[in-house]
């Protein structure tokens, strides 16, 4: 069964997404089968492998809102061993589309549950805030990674992340 690793930090410009990408890419050079997942709008992971929003037909925002399954969703070996679920700006409409949806904060868990068996490692980067997009990724997580800035700021938003992280 896959490790679910998220990268999360409600500051932005700490490192999240470099961190993500190197991670994933640095596993499967280690012939490790891993799926990164895009979770911000501003798709930075998802171009850091060279993928175009505008070439892509599913997103994360599909399944999100359930109009994909994740396995729609996958864009397969964009490195040997290194899977990708897109990101795009929609997803930033996600937290207002699902605000009346029952089980909200679990729509990812029950959508990796399908496919994690499928890989070794599922590492997902968040966006800079505590969102509903972040909550489902730690809703499904098996570990958080928080990359921080060493200052005053970023480390009273580390406390207020790990109280979301224990809730």
Known sequence: ????????????????????????????????????????PQGNASGGFDIDPSSVTKTVYDVMLGEASIEDAIISNVRPKLSIVPSDVNLAAAEIQLSDVADKNHILKKELG??????????????????????????????????????????EGLAQLMQTVSL
């Open 1 to 40: 069964m896959g490790r679910i690793i998220v990268i999360a930090n409600q500051k932005g410009g700490v490192g999240k997404t470099t961190t993500a990408i190197n991670l994933s890419a640095y596993i499967a050079i280690k012939k490790k089968r891993v799926l990164l997942i895009d979770m911000d």
């Open 114 to 155: 399908k496919i994690r068996d499928k890989y070794d490692y599922i590492i997902m980067d968040c966006p800079p805030s505590l969102n509903i997009l972040t909550i489902n990724a730690m809703c499904a997580a098996d570990s958080v990674i928080v990359p921080l800035q060493c200052e005053y700021y970023a480390l």
